[in-house]
Every structure is written in C-alpha cells, then in structure tokens.
C-alpha cells in the first residue's frame, strides 16, 4: 500500500518561517490533487491548503496570504511553505492526496486518503 511521508516540521518563534514536505510515491503523481492538514491538540484536524494538477491552489481563510502550497512532479514531493508562523499554527501536519471524485479544496478532506504519520510544528511566542 502506497503511504505518503512528511518531513520538515520543528519549532520556531513567532513570525517564522518552516518549508514541509511530503514524498508521495504514487504512479500517477502529477495528476493528483494533493493537500495538508493540521490537527492541534484538543481539535479535529483540519485542511489547510490544496493543489490540483494544473497548480491551481485553495487555501484556509487562516492561512491566506502566508501558506503556499507547491509540487514538484518530477520528485513525486510536493511543499507548504510557511511563513509568518504564529502560535495558533501550532498542530501537526499532514499530506494526503485526493482518491475520491471532489473539488480540489481542502474543506473535502473526506476525499483524501493515504495519509502519512505527520510532522510536528510548534511556534512558541
């Protein structure tokens, strides 16, 4: 079974900045729509940004602006990078990838499957 890995998650201060990412080995990785999630603790995960094969990108109204997600095909990864981190961001993080018929949008995360085991960010004022 295909699993997806996250790397890149740490602790920073307030304002800055953490680059994830997330190997997906799956065959037909460029035509997939691919997301992140978060879950802090105490809460339901929840999505954070979503790219679809032809780089159109959705994000949280909460990471607007700071967050972008990217891929790149020809190493099967695709990126959130993070800027402007604060203390509410703090949650681990996750990389799925699409597999059932859905908008690309990561409000579907019912959608999504072949999660990894996540990367832990923590932003500390």
């Known amino acids: 079974q295909e699993h997806v890995t996250e790397s890149g998650g740490g602790s920073v201060q307030v304002g800055g900045s953490l680059r994830l990412s997330c190997e997906d080995p799956?065959?037909?990785?460029?035509?997939?729509?691919l997301g992140w999630f978060r879950q802090a603790p105490g809460k339901e995960r929840e999505g954070v940004a979503a790219?679809?094969?032809?780089?159109?990108?959705r994000y949280a109204d909460s990471v607007k602006g700071r967050f972008t997600i990217s891929r790149d095909n020809a190493k099967k990864t695709h990126y959130l990078q993070m800027n402007s981190l604060q203390p509410d961001d703090t949650a681990i993080y996750f990389c799925?990838?699409?597999?059932?018929?859905?908008?690309?949008?990561?409000?579907?995360?019912?959608?999504?499957?072949?999660w990894g085991q996540g990367t832990q960010v923590t932003v500390s004022s």
């Open positions: 799925a990838r699409q597999r059932k018929p859905a908008t690309c949008h990561p409000d579907f995360q019912w959608s999504f499957g072949y």
């Open positions: 799956g065959y037909a990785f460029s035509s997939f729509c």
């Open positions: 790219l679809d094969h032809d780089g159109s990108a």
